[in-house]
């Protein structure tokens, strides 16, 4: 609050370039936060939110409806798995998954099971930064741990370390069915993001993993809860993570790219069975409702952003972008200070040994001409799906230089000669 670090103003932003106050011009590696999936100041997306903002850019949604809504509604249970077919507005990834946790509390309450209360995930993962969502973050490595005491007292099991199907182990499933054999009749939901641990470490692991997961949902009737808030619309290759590994879960979080990064919103979708089973208190409502909830403006860009997208050839693009950050980013294995390299759709990754000095490496990042933000110990890109091969190549160059600097860095261990 008091120390900020050195922060640079943009004026403008373009496509994949974000252009500074001082005129500088930056390729963008984050996607805002994994957002601008189709680059910024998008003609369709402008042009969606001004004929929006004429009609009406805001207007409560209790009691009242309206169509961008209805038609956004209808477009992402379209597009997700077949067993979603209800769906809530929030106005934040964290948001949303508030929701989807009250939803599973709320469905167990009103089928008469009110001790299925708590929550089982995988350590390394990362929900949001609610309360209700920091519960189910990684209790040590993420960034709350400060809050702990506050939290609710949810299961952790080991995350997965299995890659590839090929290498995988049911092993790797040990502790997790322990915990589900003593504990599932206090289960409500398992909660996990699909294949890529985003914001806990940028971690990878496999689809058979997933397969698993649902199949002991199933045996224990335990909800599943796919967190595809930084997966969904494509990231990983496929429009959203699970269908990687041909599950259908019973609630799905999405958020970020739903917008194309242009308005807040995120959206908690359910099956048929968990939303009557909610209803069935008597009631007949979900316990949320926040003032913004739809907020036109928000889904009018967000179908404009998920038209485009099916439009396109974002599949070509993310399958490109990967092919050349696996090109680009391997050498890096050779340098002793990396621990390792993986890449995943359009997510690039470079883990280092030691925790990257953020005051160091980030203006280093910004001389070379690109927005990079590294975090911890991890040097990463996530581009917009629309960058060409010149620009990632200037991404790719900026991270393989930041390497290089690093492994310098620590060689001569004398700050000054950077
Ligand atoms: N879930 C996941 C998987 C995320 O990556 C994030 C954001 N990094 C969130 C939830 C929280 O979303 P928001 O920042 O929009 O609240």
């Known amino acids: 609050m008091t120390n900020p670090g050195p922060v640079w103003p943009v004026r403008s932003a373009s496509g994949v370039r974000l252009c500074l106050e001082d005129g500088r011009e930056l390729i963008d590696g984050m996607s805002s936060w994994w957002a601008v999936i189709h680059g910024y100041n998008h003609p369709r997306l402008n042009q969606a939110l001004q004929q929006q903002m004429e009609q009406m850019s805001h207007v409560m949604f209790g009691g009242l409806i309206h169509q961008p809504a209805v038609d956004l509604a209808r477009l992402l249970i379209d597009i997700t798995p077949d067993s979603l077919q209800h769906i809530f507005f929030a106005d934040s990834g964290s948001v949303a998954v508030e929701v989807a946790i009250k939803m599973a509390t709320?469905?167990?309450?009103?089928?008469?099971?009110?001790?299925?209360?708590?929550?089982?995930?995988?350590?390394?993962?990362?929900?949001?930064?609610?309360?209700?969502?920091?519960?189910?973050?990684?209790?040590?490595?993420?960034?709350?741990?400060?809050?702990?005491?506050?939290?609710?007292?949810?299961?952790?099991?080991?995350?997965?370390?299995?890659?590839?199907?090929?290498?995988?182990?049911?092993?790797?499933?040990?502790?997790?069915?322990?915990?589900?054999?003593?504990?599932?009749?206090?289960?409500?939901?398992?909660?996990?993001?699909?294949?890529?641990?985003?914001?806990?470490?940028?971690?990878?692991?496999?689809?058979?993993?997933?397969?698993?997961?649902?199949?002991?949902?199933?045996?224990?009737?335990?909800?599943?809860?796919?967190?595809?808030?930084?997966?969904?619309?494509?990231?990983?290759?496929?429009?959203?993570?699970?269908?990687?590994?041909?599950?259908?879960?019973?609630?799905?979080?999405?958020?970020?790219?739903?917008?194309?990064?242009?308005?807040?919103?995120?959206?908690?979708?359910?099956?048929?069975?968990?939303?009557?089973?909610?209803?069935?208190?008597?009631?007949?409502?979900?316990?949320?409702?926040?003032?913004?909830?739809?907020?036109?403006?928000?889904?009018?860009?967000?179908?404009?952003?998920?038209?485009?997208?099916?439009?396109?050839?974002?599949?070509?693009?993310?399958?490109?972008?990967?092919?050349?950050l696996t090109v680009g980013l391997m050498c890096n294995l050779d340098f002793d200070h990396v621990r390792d390299v993986r890449v995943k759709g359009a997510i690039g990754v470079i883990e280092f040994k030691q925790k990257i000095d953020m005051a160091w490496m980030q203006p280093f990042l910004v001389e070379q001409g690109v927005w990079i933000r590294p975090f911890n110990n991890l040097l990463y890109i996530m581009p917009p799906y629309i960058i060409d091969n010149n620009d990632l190549g200037i991404l790719i160059r900026a991270m393989n230089q930041g390497v290089r600097a690093l492994d310098f860095k620590i060689k001569c261990s004398d700050p000054l000669i950077l």
């Not at 949902?217 to 619309?233: H, M, P, R, S």
């Not at 995120?266 to 089973?277: D, K, Q």
Request: glycine fraction near 8%; charged fraction near 15%.
């Open 106 to 324: 709320q469905f167990w309450f009103a089928q008469g099971y009110p001790q299925k209360s708590r929550l089982l995930t995988i350590r390394q993962g990362y929900h949001g930064d609610t309360f209700g969502a920091m519960a189910v973050c990684d209790p040590e490595s993420g960034m709350h741990h400060q809050f702990t005491h506050l939290l609710a007292k949810h299961f952790f099991v080991a995350a997965p370390v299995c890659r590839d199907d090929d290498s995988w182990q049911d092993s790797e499933l040990d502790e997790i069915k322990t915990r589900l054999q003593q504990s599932h009749n206090e289960i409500s939901a398992i909660i996990l993001e699909p294949l890529v641990q985003g914001a806990g470490g940028m971690r990878f692991y496999c689809p058979q993993y997933l397969t698993a997961i649902r199949a002991l949902c199933d045996q224990y009737d335990i909800l599943l809860i796919v967190d595809e808030i930084a997966t969904g619309f494509g990231r990983t290759g496929t429009l959203f993570a699970c269908e990687q590994a041909a599950i259908e879960p019973d609630i799905m979080c999405l958020g970020k790219a739903l917008t194309g990064g242009y308005l807040t919103l995120a959206a908690t979708l359910t099956s048929t069975r968990v939303a009557e089973g909610i209803s069935a208190d008597g009631q007949g409502v979900l316990m949320h409702g926040p003032t913004f909830m739809a907020n036109p403006l928000a889904c009018a860009v967000a179908i404009a952003s998920v038209e485009l997208l099916l439009e396109g050839d974002w599949q070509q693009q993310v399958a490109n972008i990967e092919q050349q």
